[in-house]
């Protein structure tokens, strides 16, 4: 049997919900969501390592999303973190909010209401940083980026000879994304085979996801 990954369920379209209610948010723009992980203070920093915590990469990854939607203004852009507190860190989001200020297809969303997986589920791309989401949303059938320009993921096992999933730069995001979602080049289709690939072959056996109940034992 094969561990993990059986949370890949909870990427899954909910007739019940919508984001048509969120502002600026117009009904032909298409989703993509950029997820931010939590963030950790510079000591813990300098000792862990940037792996896209720190202030300094979340605001990049802000500012390159903000560059991105500047683009790709039929899109709507939704950043969202996965855990952090708002109060704590009020300084930090008042950065963000202030880098995205000024778009119209570009939103934080504080809601803790509204999950990742949900808003992945109804997203046509996902660009973040590494979490397990991001492999679950692959399982599911979604399209995903993961933006690493501190080369944090990019040296950790499967990664380091597959580059398809990564963005270690603005050049390199904008160039993936476009070609994702537009689907024409050798990029796109280079990717949705290799995509398809590490489904079958690193994140499921042969397409089987797994017995839960395998991790308790």
Not at 44 to 60: R, W
Not at 82 to 100: C, H, Q, R, Y
Not at 171 to 185: A, H, Q, R, V, Y
Request: aromatic letters at 10%; one cysteine or more.
């Amino acid at each position: 049997q094969v561990l993990g990954l059986t949370r890949s369920n909870l990427v899954s379209l909910d007739k019940n919900f919508s984001l048509n209610n969120i502002k600026n948010k117009k009904k032909d723009h298409e989703t993509i969501v950029c997820l931010l992980l939590g963030s950790r203070v510079d000591w813990n920093v300098s000792i862990y390592g940037q792996d896209g915590t720190s202030a300094k990469s979340i605001l990049d990854f802000c500012q390159d999303i903000k560059e991105l939607s500047n683009i790709l203004k039929n899109k709507f852009f939704i950043i969202k973190f996965k855990n952090i507190d708002f109060n704590k860190n009020a300084e930090l989001i008042a950065s963000v909010k202030k880098i995205i200020s000024k778009s119209n297809n570009l939103t934080l969303i504080t809601n803790d209401n509204i999950s990742s997986a949900k808003l992945v589920a109804h997203s046509v791309l996902t660009i973040g940083k590494y979490s397990t989401l991001m492999d679950e949303a692959l399982i599911a059938g979604k399209d995903v980026l993961i933006h690493d320009p501190e080369y944090f993921v990019s040296t950790l096992g499967y990664y380091r000879k597959n580059k398809f999933l990564i963005a270690n730069n603005f050049k390199e995001l904008s160039f993936k994304t476009n070609s994702i979602l537009e689907g024409k080049n050798q990029f796109s289709k280079d990717y949705q085979k290799e995509k398809n690939l590490y489904v079958k072959n690193y994140l499921t056996d042969d397409g089987t996801i797994g017995n839960q109940k395998k991790i308790m034992q």
